[in-house]
């Protein structure tokens, strides 16, 4: 890293313990995919392409936003499991959210693609040992070890469902 000072401890990780509720990597992961197995689904389909607000994303693009940061976040993880020694580029969710075709995917393939991609999450992170959960991982300005990664999954997904309850649901009426 050139010219920036690594973060031992940046704001979004506090945030992730704080949304994990200080849980054990496994029970946060297998607490979201019980978490996703109760979405409601005739309650989104009814939603359907409503936002509560102008130039905000759609449920369904919400629900893609976390199937490709699911993603970013596990390729990231296997990087530095394996020791393959880059760091991983940054990404844009906003311009990802626009190229996404998620708002011409039903509620229902969504969710279950959420839902497949987060038992593979789980059997990867289950493979790992304690020494490859430890591993120290740099990237960008942060340096955290390995099994934050699989935390930040969780709280991501705990902090959009928030999301949905709280601003989409009410527009089901």
């Known amino acids: 890293m050139k010219n920036q000072e690594v973060k031992k401890n940046p704001e979004f990780l506090e945030y992730v313990y704080k949304l994990n509720e200080g849980i054990e990597l496994t029970d946060a992961l297998e607490l979201s995919l019980k978490k996703i197995n109760e979405i409601d ?49 940054a990404h844009d969710q906003e311009i990802m959210g626009q190229n996404s075709n998620a708002d011409e995917l039903s509620i ?25 959960l430890e591993t120290n991982c740099v990237f960008f300005e942060y340096e955290m070890p ?3 990664i699989g935390l930040t999954v969780a709280a991501h997904q705990i902090h959009h469902f928030n999301i949905i309850k709280e601003r989409y649901i009410p527009l089901d009426k």
């Open 41 to 89: 689904i005739a309650q989104l389909n009814r939603i359907g392409l409503k936002t509560y607000k102008k130039d905000k994303w759609t449920i369904h693009k919400i629900l893609q936003h976390l199937i490709d940061w699911e993603r970013i976040w596990c390729f990231r993880a296997i990087i530095f499991a394996r020791g393959e020694g880059s760091i991983p580029d």
């Open 108 to 132: 229902e393939q969504l969710v279950n693609e959420l839902r497949i991609v987060r038992q593979s999450t789980i059997m990867m992170f289950e493979s790992f040992n304690k020494k490859i």
């Open 146 to 148: 390995l099994y934050t």
